[in-house]
């Protein structure tokens, strides 16, 4: 019923920046919380970051936190991934969440999007 479509990654240079985009599509809920995991390779999932459907309440790993920033455009139903400082430990496999429930970093999400890879280089 929700389709979520990841875009925005791509190569870059440590230090530089990326934006990734999440497009809902098909039945949205104003109420649900978004989020964006990530997945390196030989590595278990991991939460970067989360946003309530206003806006107002957000959440980072720590490690992401002062580098990254989620917003979301309800209006255009689309969340957004702000990342700076990109560092190569930061190359992965990134997804898009909704419906989060949880506590971070323990959330998990009701739909997922496919996931697109950034790589950062050295």
């Known amino acids: 019923q929700v389709q979520l479509v990841e875009s925005g990654g791509g190569l870059v240079q440590a230090g530089g920046s990326l934006r990734l985009s999440c497009a809902a599509t098909?039945?949205?809920?104003?109420?649900?919380?978004m989020g964006w995991f990530r997945q390196a390779p030989g590595k278990e999932r991991e939460f970067v970051a989360a946003v309530s459907w206003s806006g107002a309440i957000t959440y980072y790993a720590d490690s992401m936190k002062g580098r990254f920033t989620i917003s979301r455009d309800n209006a255009k139903n689309t969340v957004y991934l702000q990342m700076n400082s990109l560092k190569p430990d930061d190359t992965a496999v990134y997804y898009c969440?909704?419906?989060?429930?949880?506590?971070?970093?323990?959330?998990?999400?009701?739909?997922w999007g496919k996931g697109t890879l950034v790589t950062v280089s050295s």
């Open positions: 098909g039945r949205t809920i104003e109420r649900y919380f």
């Open positions: 969440a909704a419906d989060l429930s949880g506590s971070p970093p323990y959330m998990t999400g009701g739909y």
